[in-house]
């Protein structure tokens, strides 16, 4: 823009002004309209709007979906990692916002001001009432002894009455209260609560009697948990399924990446030329859909594995881990000899040192491991051949080991290929509906059994709850694929 162009949209802004000040100004950018866009580039409106309402209630269904999956698949959970902060940071500002509010009373209980003492006695009644509170809560029902001992002890209107007539003792209150609850404690809470009692300082005596109330009504939800577990994984799957159609009953889009999943397994399968499948057909194309993100590290994920992108991702890792390790062992032990390959613990040795060598693996790192690979593969070899001689393990012999353990990089190596594929159909007997019964670990696969069987158990534990929530959704995506082929 020139300067005259300047000054005439200056004048243009000064001369709207003058004429009404209430207005807002109109800057004149050209006859060139930057407010329209062709549907082709920004897509046309949706067919109805979403309301703030639709979405927290979205926002609400998926968090209490994710709590009731992660109750279903991971059989270490407990409540507590729902409740204790994610991050350093939250961790952090929590500790920070309860030490200010302690501080503030502790400072409020020295104060002369009468409104501020008056504030003083309403909050520490407060943290009584939280108290009760929280102590009636962990305390079974059938307790009633105990029940009727709390009640009386933090009664609201003689805690009142005490305090208005300056003679509650709230150190006193806070030790009988915890001396009540360390008879229903667990074992394991005994050094809590010992501190707990043992503490001389009356503010954080009342931190830490809350801390073990807290502790303590999630131990008695981890118990109950753990009682009704499997009543719950009989409804877990329904109310997951449940809860997603829900959603996609909001938003039609909302299965997309699922679709596109299964419609590329579909169609790269035997069954895209059939018009209608079997329920055993459809359950082979899931079970190679499964397998798909398990081989294939995909960067995104189905919409119904949103609460396990973060284990699929660990379980390619391990797949990857497993594949080159075994190819490793095929190639060493096959440029070795026989002599050497069945030495007793010889491939145990070169696995074990393989591993501690892949513990941290990537998708990224693979080259420069294969160097350390060759360099640890040839240094056992090298000892056990000097036990037979040194004509069993020669310089040539070592350059190919080399070359041999270098060309893993490449995905189409046919022994990596080999070792890919044996490990793949093992897993897809395991994980499919047909083979989870009668599983035999193949040939060739002995040496990493362990950590074969380990890796399969984690990934078939949340396939099976994927199958069984989703299975049904997924059935009736390949139909309709099939109906379109």
């Not at 208005?164 to 003792?169: R, T």
Request: aromatic fraction near 8%; hydrophobic fraction near 35%; proline fraction near 2%.
């Amino acid at each position: 823009m020139s300067s005259k162009d300047d000054k005439k949209v200056e004048d243009d802004c000064k001369k709207e002004g003058e004429d009404d000040k209430s207005k807002p100004l109109h800057i004149n950018i050209g006859d060139g309209s930057i407010n329209f866009l062709p549907d082709w580039v920004g897509g046309s409106s949706p067919a109805r709007f979403i309301t703030a309402e639709e979405i927290l209630s979205m926002n609400r269904t998926i968090e209490k979906m994710m709590i009731a999956h992660e109750i279903a698949v991971d059989p270490d959970f407990t409540i507590a990692k729902f409740t204790e902060p994610s991050t350093p940071l939250h961790r952090q500002v929590r500790d920070c916002l309860h030490k200010a509010y302690f501080d503030s009373l502790r400072d409020a209980s020295f104060s002369n001001e009468e409104s501020i003492k008056a504030r003083y006695k309403e909050d520490m009644l407060d943290i009584f009432k939280t108290i009760r509170h929280q102590m009636l809560e962990v305390i079974p029902m059938s307790a009633i002894t105990i029940q009727s001992e709390i009640k009386g002890l933090l009664d609201d209107e003689i805690l009142r009455n005490q305090s208005d007539e300056n003679i509650i003792d709230y150190y006193e209150l806070t030790t009988k209260a915890l001396t009540i609850v360390s008879k229903l404690c667990a074992a394991n809470r005994d050094e809590m609560v010992g501190e707990a009692l043992d503490e001389k300082e009356l503010y954080e005596k009342i931190k830490k009697t809350l801390n073990v109330l807290k502790v303590m009504k999630i131990d008695y939800e981890d118990f109950a948990l753990y009682q009704k577990r499997q009543l719950f994984m009989q409804h877990s799957c329904d109310y997951e399924r449940e809860q997603f159609l829900k959603l996609l009953e909001v938003d039609k889009n909302a299965a997309n990446i699922t679709y596109q999943w299964l419609k590329k397994v579909f169609e790269g399968s035997e069954y895209s030329v059939l018009a209608t499948l079997s329920n055993t057909e459809v359950s082979e194309v899931i079970t190679q859909a499964y397998m798909c993100l398990l081989t294939q590290n995909p960067e995104e994920y189905p919409e119904t594995f949103k609460f396990d992108e973060e284990r699929l991702r660990k379980s390619s890792l391990e797949y990857y881990c497993l594949t080159i390790l075994l190819t490793s062992i095929f190639i060493a032990t096959n440029l070795s000899g026989k002599d050497i390959a069945e030495k007793k613990d010889f491939k145990k040795q070169l696995k074990r040192d393989l591993i501690a060598l892949l513990d941290d693996l990537s998708f990224d790192n693979l080259k420069e491991k294969l160097e350390s690979i060759y360099l640890q593969s040839n240094l056992e070899i090298s000892k056990a051949a000097e036990s037979f001689g040194s004509n069993h393990w020669s310089e040539s012999q070592s350059k190919e080991l080399k070359e041999q353990i270098l060309s893993i990089e490449n995905p189409n190596n046919p022994v990596r290929k080999i070792a890919a594929s044996r490990i793949s159909i093992f897993i897809q007997a395991i994980i499919s509906e047909r083979g989870q019964n009668n599983c035999r670990v193949p040939n060739g696969l002995s040496v990493i059994q362990d950590e074969l069987i380990a890796m399969a158990k984690s990934f078939l534990y949340y396939v099976s709850h994927n199958r069984k929530t989703y299975g049904v959704l997924y059935g009736s995506f390949i139909d309709k694929m099939a109906k379109q082929s």
